[in-house]
Structures are given as structure tokens and as C-alpha cells.
């Protein structure tokens, strides 16, 4: 059994300071904070940073509460003044390059967009908002706990969230909610989002870079077993709903090697189209994006031999797609389909070197591995074995047996 993560931010979205109260309600450990806390005390510019943390009464909920009293010198903040305090602290409290690694992710993916929308660069860009040392503790806190917690490494999800809507105030005046670099973020990895269900922000620049660099995102709840659920909340008060953000701790068995996530299928029957325009209609669907295609014989009405013709797809490419069956096979109509799946998550193609008769040939070889690092298929791209085949005379079934010896 292995341990699975779900944040959801479906309604009141997601901030630095509600995730890391969320997963401190997951039985996360106050002194790690305080340790973070005195760490980013002692940068020069900080003259007080102290944590509290509190339980509140949300709406009627209970939820942990986690309260910054923060006096720092608000000079003008730069891109590479971030990273580099975040790299002090990581050296003052010795923390793993795994944990390291992960907030620097997260820290750079804000300043690429902050940089993209400023048109600067992720050293040089200047930061209102998100230059705020409380920024480095939301993103530091929320990975050191989820180490302590044993989930750095195990599947992560994220359900669709919610950002707000209306006007915010921000030093550079009234922008609209979600403000310009939360939406960046959440665009820059296909992140589910809608809008409300208040006018309010709901979603901020940290609570986005830590959901799209830590969790992947999902439609809905992925098979597991609940153990435990956190409650976090935020500091605003909301008459319409309660400011909360949960976490869902559970287990899933060996599919959790696998990648969860929802697919479309895409199914129509004809009885009049030629196998060549069958053939054609293959590739071009898959030249427009369909993660695959397929065409079954089958009997249709009056013992007429027939085709049904199947594609799986994303969402986002269901409109386009069945206009494409109905215009290019003259169908009149599309059964479309929302399924969920599990593939094995990690493919590489790897280049091989083959020596025979004095010559050297090269291989191409599809790797498909779990979550784990298990391999779970080895393919041989079919082409190359073709053309060493055909010049050293030797059947591809021996040819294969030699690269499957390569990958030992």
C-alpha cells in the first residue's frame, strides 16, 4: 500500500499559509515551523519573523490557523535576492537536496512568470507581492512538512480549483481576480480552474506555484482508501462560504505505481467509407492531437460489413475531433464518452549501439517504466531493427534478443 495526497481547493481555493495549516492538521510537527521560523529570522533584512499557530471555529468547521508576525526592511526585492535567501536557509538548516531541489521549483516557477509578465528575467525581476519573506516560508514549510509526513515522494493530486473573482487591490492598482501571475502559473501546467464562486481572491501567486510544481492536477478524487483529512484556513472572512482549505490523506495499492487521470473516447460507426480514407482518418486524428486510435470490423444493420472507429482524447480536444469524424467520414453522430485510466506514467526513448560484421548500428528503444522506476515494456522501434535486418541478413527476431541484452 502505498500513501496518496489530495488537495482540495475546490472552495475557497488555495493559499501558502492554508495549505501549510492543512498539512500541519495532518498531525505535521509545530516545531519544524518554529526551526523554519528562526532560520529566516536571522536573514539580514528580517528583524522579527514568528509563527503562531492556532484553531479556529470556520463557519462551524475547525480548522488550524497559521499566523506570521513578520517585521522585515522592505527594500526593493529582486528574483536572485529570493533564490538567495532561500538557499541560506536551506544551508542553516541543512535541509536534504530532495527538499531543495522542490523549493526551488516552486520558487522559480513564480519568478518565470512574474518575469514573462514584467519582461524581465527570473534574476532581475523586481517583486511586490511575492517578495515577502513570508513567500519563502509558505513554500518551505509546506515541503518540509509533507517530507515529515512521508508524502515528498508519494502521488500528489491537486482537484480543480477555485479563483475567485472581482477586482484586487495590489501595489500595481485594481487588477482583476485571479491576478495576472496566479493564472500564469495555473496555465503554465494545464491546471483545472473556475472562477467564484465569490468576488473575492481566492487563489494567490504561492498557492498556485505549490499546487502546479507539487501536485498533479485531477477532476476528481483518485481510487484510495481515506486515513486521515486535514482542515486549513486563511486569515479573510467570507459570509458566503468558509474560507477552507482541505487535504486528504490516504493509501492506494499497486495501481498507485500507475498515473490516474480521465480520458474521452470518442466512438462512431460507418458502413460506407473505403479503407484507405480509414487509413487516412488514423493518421490525421493522431496528427491532431489523440493519444490513440483504433478501428474494430464489425456487422451493422441489414448484415452490411462496417467499422467502428474509437479515439481517446482530452477534453480539450473533444469539439475539434468529432467535427473532424463527422466532416472527414461523413458520420452523423459521435458517442462521446468520459472514462478514467491508469497508464504506466514514465516513457523514454533511448538510443543503443549494436555492434556486428565490424559495423555499428544504432537502435532506438521505447523504455516504459512505473512510478517506481520499474521497467515495466521494452520496445525496439521496429524501423531501425528493419534497416540493420535487411543489411546484416539477420532475422529481427535475433536482433531484438540482442538489444533486450543492451538494457541488462
Not at 495549516?21 to 529566516?40: I, P, Q
Not at 501595489?171 to 480552474?193: D, W
Not at 487516412?280 to 493522431?286: G, I
Not at 515495466?376 to 524501423?383: A, G, N, Y
Request: with cysteine.
Amino acid at each position: 500500500m502505498s500513501k496518496v495526497l489530495v488537495v482540495d481547493p475546490t472552495l475557497a481555493g488555495v493559499s501558502g499559509d492554508m495549505l501549510v495549516a492543512a498539512l500541519l492538521d495532518l498531525n505535521g510537527k509545530k516545531s519544524l515551523l518554529d526551526e523554519l521560523s528562526r532560520s529566516l529570522s536571522r536573514l539580514p533584512q528580517v528583524r522579527e519573523f514568528n509563527v503562531v499557530v492556532e484553531e479556529r471555529n470556520v463557519s462551524g468547521f475547525k480548522a488550524k490557523y497559521v499566523r506570521l508576525s513578520v517585521s522585515e526592511v522592505r527594500d526593493a526585492v529582486i528574483g536572485k535576492d529570493l533564490i538567495n535567501y532561500l538557499e541560506r536557509v536551506g544551508s542553516d538548516l541543512s535541509l536534504s537536496e530532495d527538499v531543495m531541489r522542490l523549493a526551488k521549483d516552486v520558487l522559480i516557477n513564480i519568478l518565470k512568470v512574474e518575469a514573462l509578465i514584467h519582461n524581465s528575467t527570473v534574476y532581475d525581476v523586481h517583486l511586490h507581492e511575492v517578495g515577502s519573506i513570508d513567500t519563502l516560508f509558505d513554500i518551505l514549510a509546506t515541503i518540509i512538512l509533507l517530507n515529515d509526513l512521508g508524502l515528498l515522494n508519494s502521488r500528489k493530486y491537486s482537484l480543480p480549483v477555485a479563483v475567485g473573482g472581482g477586482l484586487v487591490r495590489t501595489e500595481h492598482g485594481l487588477i482583476p481576480s485571479p491576478a495576472y501571475v496566479t493564472l500564469e502559473i495555473l496555465k503554465s501546467r494545464n491546471y483545472y480552474v473556475f472562477g467564484g464562486p465569490i468576488d473575492d481572491e481566492l487563489t494567490t501567486p504561492t498557492g498556485a506555484a505549490l499546487l502546479v510544481t507539487l501536485f498533479e492536477p485531477v477532476k476528481y478524487l483518485p481510487l484510495m482508501k481515506v486515513e486521515r483529512v486535514g482542515y486549513g484556513c486563511g486569515s479573510k472572512v467570507f459570509k458566503e462560504l468558509p474560507n477552507i482549505l482541505r487535504v486528504v490523506l490516504g493509501t492506494s495499492d499497486e495501481l498507485n505505481m500507475l498515473s490516474y487521470d480521465e480520458v474521452y473516447v470518442l466512438e462512431t460507426n460507418v458502413d460506407d467509407v473505403t479503407g484507405e480514407v480509414l487509413g487516412y482518418t488514423v493518421e490525421k486524428l493522431l496528427s491532431l492531437g489523440a493519444l490513440d486510435v483504433v478501428i474494430i470490423p464489425t456487422t451493422t444493420k441489414k448484415g452490411r460489413p462496417g467499422h467502428i472507429v474509437k479515439v481517446i482524447c482530452r477534453e480539450e480536444l473533444v469539439p475539434e475531433l468529432t467535427k473532424y469524424l463527422i466532416e472527414g467520414l461523413g458520420t452523423l453522430g459521435v458517442r462521446v464518452l468520459r472514462t478514467s485510466r491508469y497508464v504506466v506514467p514514465r516513457r523514454e526513448v533511448k538510443e543503443l549501439s549494436i555492434s556486428s560484421g565490424g559495423k555499428e548500428f544504432k537502435v532506438r528503444v521505447k523504455v516504459c517504466m512505473d512510478n517506481q522506476g520499474n521497467i515495466v515494456k521494452v520496445k525496439p522501434e521496429f524501423d531501425d531493427l528493419k534497416k540493420v535486418s535487411e543489411e546484416l541478413g539477420v532475422p529481427i527476431s535475433k536482433l531484438v534478443s540482442e538489444v533486450l541484452k543492451h538494457l541488462k
